[in-house]
Nanobody, 120 residues
C-alpha cells in the first residue's frame, strides 16, 4: 500500500515536500518512483530511485526535485524546490517495479491515491 501526503497550494518559486508511506511487499521492491498527472494530460514520470541509490529525473525537474528514501521508516519523499505553475498536478508514488524505464507508468505495479500540488 502506498499513501501520499504533503501536497498543497504554493506560489511560484516555493517548495513542497511530498511523502509516501509504504507498507507490505511494495517496499521490498528495488525501486520507487514519483509520477504526476495534470488535467487532460497523460501521467508522466518525475523521479525514480533505484535500490543502489541511483536516481533519475525528468528533464523538466532536474536540479529542482530530489527523490529520497528512508529504509528504516518505509518512507519515500520528493523534495520540490523552485516550483513552477507547470508543476501543477496530482502526484503519485509508485512501487513494484516490473522492468523497463522507471519513468514509464507501465513499469510499475502499485500506485497511491495521489496528492494534489497547485502552483500559482
Amino acid at each position: 500500500q502506498l499513501v501520499e501526503s504533503g501536497g498543497g497550494s504554493v506560489q511560484a518559486g516555493g517548495s513542497l515536500r511530498l511523502s509516501c508511506a509504504v507498507s507490505g511487499d511494495t517496499y521490498r521492491a528495488t525501486c520507487m518512483a514519483w509520477f504526476r498527472q495534470a488535467p487532460g494530460k497523460e501521467r508522466e514520470g518525475v523521479a525514480g530511485l533505484e535500490n543502489d541509490g541511483r536516481t533519475g529525473y525528468a528533464d523538466s525537474v532536474k536540479g529542482r526535485f530530489t527523490i529520497s528514501k528512508d529504509n528504516a521508516n518505509n518512507m519515500v519523499w520528493l523534495q520540490m524546490n523552485s516550483l513552477k505553475p507547470e508543476d501543477t498536478g496530482m502526484y503519485y508514488c509508485a512501487g513494484g517495479y516490473k522492468g523497463g524505464s522507471y519513468l514509464a507508468p507501465s513499469a510499475w505495479t502499485y500506485w497511491g491515491q495521489g496528492t494534489q500540488v497547485t502552483v500559482s
